[in-house]
């Protein structure tokens, strides 16, 4: 069975800081790979999608970048984060794009003050 | 770009009323995919329903909707509300970007009894 590992669970940062969040997927290879973003009472918003090891398209400009080092990881990160990154960060994980379902990580929150 | 119109905010309905949450929906893209995701409080959101083909019901645990391409609509329905259907419901879009999925900005539903 697959399993999806997201890490940490929350993150409490100050303004400026860098960030690195991680992803993990096991039990499936070749997956594609998905970064969202939920700020407080808002919407899933996708941020960057990977279909493929060393390939990431950004959906969403957010001053985050992401990389996908190995095929069953997916790292979302920035060198200085702003007060309005804050939120839950979500991974997921698809066959492939399309009509295909996509599970979900448990999520990241991240609080930045 | 494609977006995703969903009943906002919070509908709230008594055990064993009929549910409908309303989606809308707005791309060029002739072969889209429309989807409800269920994110229940402390666990990660999962598939409820996919679109079939245009007219035609689909239907998950007590829950069905119907793509209609003249409307744009995938609302979704459910003839009996139960306590356990409360969760926060997003539609969601597969349209111009293969790999690329809208979220609406989801609806909170909460069954009392």
């Known amino acids: 069975a697959q399993t999806i590992h997201q890490w940490p669970v929350a993150e409490i940062k100050a303004v400026g800081s860098p960030l690195s969040l991680g992803c993990t997927i096991k039990?499936?290879?070749?997956?594609?790979l998905y970064w969202y973003w939920q700020a407080t009472g808002g919407t899933l918003q996708q941020l960057f999608y990977?279909?493929?090891?060393?390939?990431v398209e950004s959906v969403v400009q957010l001053n985050l970048s992401a990389s996908r080092p190995k095929d069953d990881q997916f790292i979302l990160s920035t060198e200085k984060l702003l007060l309005s990154h804050s939120g839950f960060y979500l991974c997921?994980?698809?066959?492939?794009?399309?009509?295909?379902?996509?599970?979900f990580g448990p999520g990241t929150r991240l609080t930045v003050l | 770009g494609d977006s995703v119109t969903q009943t906002e905010g919070l509908v709230t309905l008594t055990e064993g009323l009929p549910v409908m949450l309303n989606c809308t929906y707005q791309t060029i893209y002739s072969n889209a995919f429309l989807f409800w995701y269920v994110h229940y409080l402390n666990e990660s959101p999962w598939l409820l329903l996919r679109s079939s083909t245009d007219n035609k019901r689909t239907e998950h645990q007590g829950f069905h909707a119907t793509l209609h391409k003249s409307s744009s609509s995938f609302h979704l329905q459910k003839s009996s509300a139960q306590l356990s259907d409360s969760a926060l419901y997003y539609c969601a879009l597969s349209g111009s970007g293969y790999n690329k999925l809208t979220f609406g900005k989801g609806t909170v539903l909460l069954v009392s009894p």
């Open positions: 990977s279909i493929t090891v060393g390939q």
């Open positions: 039990g499936k290879s070749s997956p594609n």
């Open positions: 997921a994980w698809s066959l492939g794009g399309g009509a295909d379902e996509q599970y």
